[in-house]
């Protein structure tokens, strides 16, 4: 299984995750929904940054990934807090995961830069993950520019 992240600009997760910063990601929610209970180890990751969702620069695979039972509020942040050491966030990013009732470990390996390529953006919608059954469904199609000598319009 593949899945399509966005990953948070202003924090630099993409650049942690390729440094080696941090080994781990966490989502959160309230109900469950992807990524909750349907990551597995040895699943593709394909990573665009907050606001550049249209291209995909890294990718990494699953080493372990783990999604909790519903939490109490307080059990939720302890979890949380407990695998900071991987997640290494950012006050603003503990505090948007942390709390909420249904939450996803995923542990990463073999991060890596890639030649980055067009995806549609729409496709990630407002929880920033999709799960795909193979990133080339989520592939944009480049079309063909023609070329136009100077001074002539291009035939359809």
Known sequence: ????????RE???????CDGVNSMIVRGS???RPPH???????????VREGDEGTVRAS??????????????????????QN????????????????HRFLAFVEVEEVSLIDPFSVDPSL?????????????????????TAFCPPGQQARA
């Open 11 to 17: 924090a630099k997760e993409l650049e942690r995750l």
């Open 30 to 32: 309230t109900e469950r």
């Open 60 to 81: 990494a695979k699953v080493r372990k990934a783990d999604s909790t039972p519903m939490l109490s509020q307080e059990a939720s942040v302890i979890r949380v807090v």
């Open 124 to 144: 990630l919608g407002p929880d920033g993950w999709t799960v795909l059954e193979d990133i080339s469904m989520a592939k944009r199609k480049r079309t063909a």
């Open 37 to 47: 209970g349907v990551v597995g180890e040895g699943d593709r990751l394909f990573f």
């Open 84 to 99: 900071q050491r991987k997640l290494m966030l950012t006050e603003q990013q503990f505090q948007r995961w942390a709390g």
């Open 1 to 8: 299984m593949d899945h399509l992240i966005r990953l948070d």
